[in-house]
């Protein structure tokens, strides 16, 4: 997820100051986050093949459910990449392939927001007291159909266009609200339990994505709006042209008054990770460092470009910066982790740590977690 969303930011599409090589950069990464995914991929299906039983358990286990979508999310970064790197290389059945991968995750990512969210709330494990923003996980993918149109539908012709750009603003339109729901009981967990304990919190910043991904995708579909489509059918007769400045004007003023709840949530995720900086030790949500931030960036940028501003580009562009040296920090820490048998060992489960012996039952008891929840 992480590296596919640094593939999408260093696209000199993206980017307000470019230079020689920033492209090739961008498709290097993109390359590396598709050999990544395949790997993991991989890995993941021996486990459920090799072990029967441990995919169902996966999808019912009360925190490892949560991140079933997570294969989505960097399907959908790896779609959108398409448009930046691969459309632009390739011959007219790309085009008409992208439009196709739209539609089949538009389908397949709402299917799984529903059915995912079915297994939540029927989860007797969980409780308020638990909530972290991974419960906005099961939604975050068929949100990100925005940012897939946003990043190709100006790149397809019209009469296809516009039923992908509605469809995206529906998709981007029901993910906020459940997120926005979602934001009610995080706050209220919050001011009732204080934070999360300090190796959830980088998760934290999981937070900042629903209003980055909003306002980006509303400012990108509007800019991918054709102004040659008769737009009599859904604007009354209006000119196409004077359509696009409307649309560009309201998407606008829109993701500014959105994209503040980002920075919000950011500065507050900074604040409780830097209080708690000295318990904090590497855990796989530390990625979140990286791909909300991302959208955060890039929502951004696209605001500073439509306002003109180079002031904003060029805050921009710091943020990518600072994004890319947290991006080779936290793998690093991510490999050495695995090296020293931190993560991805046996008995090294994310979503708890081991405690003492129990010498009634000769066997180790997991205590606490970021969920609460105690094993044998």
């Not at 696209?11 to 307000?16: A, G, I, K, W």
């Not at 459910?65 to 999310?73: D, G, H, I, V």
Request: net charge neutral; with cysteine.
């Amino acid at each position: 997820m992480a590296t596919g969303g640094m593939a999408l930011l260093l696209s000199d599409q993206t980017q307000p100051h470019t230079f020689h090589g920033l492209q090739t950069i961008g498709k290097i990464v993109y390359i590396w986050d598709l050999f990544l995914f395949t790997i993991v991929t991989l890995c993941i299906t021996y486990r459920f093949v090799r072990f029967p039983g441990t995919f169902t358990a996966s999808l019912t286990h009360p925190t490892e459910s949560l991140f079933a979508a997570t294969p989505l999310l960097s399907l959908a970064s790896i779609i959108a990449a398409i448009a930046r790197y691969g459309i632009p290389n390739c011959g007219p059945w790309l085009v008409v392939a992208y439009r196709v991968l739209f539609w089949t995750y538009f389908a397949v990512s709402f299917a799984a927001a529903v059915g995912l969210y079915f297994l939540l709330f029927t989860s007797p494990a969980l409780k308020l007291s638990d909530m972290t923003p991974a419960w906005d996980l099961p939604i975050f993918p068929f949100m990100l159909c925005g940012t897939i149109a946003s990043a190709g539908a100006g790149l397809q012709p019209p009469a296809h266009a516009v039923p992908m750009i509605l469809a995206a603003l529906t998709a981007q339109g029901l993910g906020m609200l459940i997120s926005m729901l979602m934001y009610a009981n995080y706050i209220h967990r919050m001011i009732q339990y204080g934070f999360p304990s300090p190796a959830s919190r980088a998760g934290m910043f999981i937070a900042v994505g629903p209003p980055s991904f909003t306002a980006l995708a509303l400012i990108g579909l509007a800019n991918d709006f054709p102004a040659a489509y008769h737009n009599n059918v859904y604007f009354g007769g209006s000119e196409g042209v004077q359509v696009q400045v409307v649309l560009r004007t309201l998407a606008t003023l829109s993701g500014v008054f959105i994209w503040a709840l980002s920075l919000w949530f950011f500065c507050i995720s900074l604040l409780a990770c830097a209080a708690a900086r000295r318990e904090m030790h590497f855990r796989l949500n530390w990625w979140a460092f990286v791909f909300p931030n991302v959208g955060f960036t890039i929502a951004t940028i696209s605001i500073g470009k439509m306002f003109g501003s180079a002031a904003v580009g060029w805050v921009g562009s710091a943020m990518t910066g600072v994004l890319v040296v947290v991006y080779l920090a936290v793998g690093c820490a991510h490999a050495r982790a695995v090296w020293r048998g931190e993560v991805l060992w046996e008995g090294k489960d994310e979503d708890t740590y081991w405690g003492e012996r129990d010498h009634k039952t000769e066997k180790l008891v997991e205590k606490g977690g970021d969920m609460g929840q105690g094993r044998v």
